[in-house]
């Protein structure tokens, strides 16, 4: 078992997201946790190693429009299944992104969140 690491904890939470890299998307995806410091996000081909920069754009449906939210990230870990990013955060605008990304997205039902 690993100790945890993170300052705050993680909701499951499945959120759309675009992974952007050197201003260009790269692909599709979606969260599967996700938190103030940062996400999981699942991927059929993860592509970045730890430490590449990249930027997160979330996509959120609210009141019948997507809302987008970009947040810069650095890669801190990969698996076969996606990779973790640590946001970069360093306005007030960004982190309030983030908490409504965190506590008002709807949560993922317990059945999405097994592993096939």
């Not at 990230?73 to 970069?88: D, I, K």
Request: charged fraction near 30%.
């Amino acid at each position: 078992m690993t100790m945890e690491r993170r300052w705050s904890d993680r909701s499951h939470r499945r959120l759309e997201a675009v992974v952007v890299h050197q201003g260009l998307p790269v692909e599709r995806c979606w969260t599967r946790d996700i938190g103030l410091e940062g996400a999981f996000l699942d991927m059929q081909l993860p592509r970045f190693d730890k430490g590449v920069r990249v930027e997160v754009e979330f996509l959120v449906p609210r009141n019948g429009e997507v809302i987008r939210r970009r947040l810069p990230a650095v890669v801190m870990h990969r698996s076969e299944r996606g990779f973790g990013v640590m946001f970069l955060v360093f306005d007030q605008e960004a982190f309030r992104s983030i908490e409504e990304l965190v506590y008002h997205a709807p949560a993922v039902p317990a059945l999405e969140r097994q592993v096939h």
